[in-house]
């Protein structure tokens, strides 16, 4: 059974910084793609950042220039790292990956607060 464990969420000022991480309990090779998603109360999930096994990247708008997400392949793990943090990034943040039949697979979040 694949997993994907998030950490790195916290709560932190506005204008400050986290790096979240997604460990895969497979070889990240296994997804075409992987991304972060997020979800604020009251909200539907979003998209935030995703990465192809190719390497080719997709921001949402409201967080281009401020996040980068990144992949280490010989640790299975996929990061995102959130800069110049607003009050309206707080949301529970969940990594996903896809693989070559479309399936995918969730993990089961890390709370992001930022205060203002």
């Known amino acids: 059974q694949v997993q994907l464990v998030e950490s790195g969420g916290g709560l932190v000022q506005a204008g400050g910084s986290l790096r979240l991480s997604c460990v895969a309990s497979?070889?990240?090779?296994?997804?075409?793609?992987m991304g972060w998603y997020r979800q604020a109360p009251g909200m539907q999930r979003e998209l935030v950042a995703a990465v192809s096994t190719g390497g080719i990247k997709t921001y949402a708008d409201s967080v281009k220039g401020r996040f980068t997400i990144s992949r280490d392949n010989a640790k299975n793990t996929v990061y995102l790292q959130m800069n110049s943090l607003k009050p309206e990034d707080t949301a529970a943040y969940y990594c996903?990956?896809?693989?070559?039949?479309?399936?995918?697979?969730w993990g089961k979040g890390t709370l992001v607060t930022v205060s203002s």
């Open positions: 497979t070889s990240i090779f296994s997804f075409n793609t």
């Open positions: 996903k990956g896809r693989d070559f039949r479309s399936m995918d697979y």
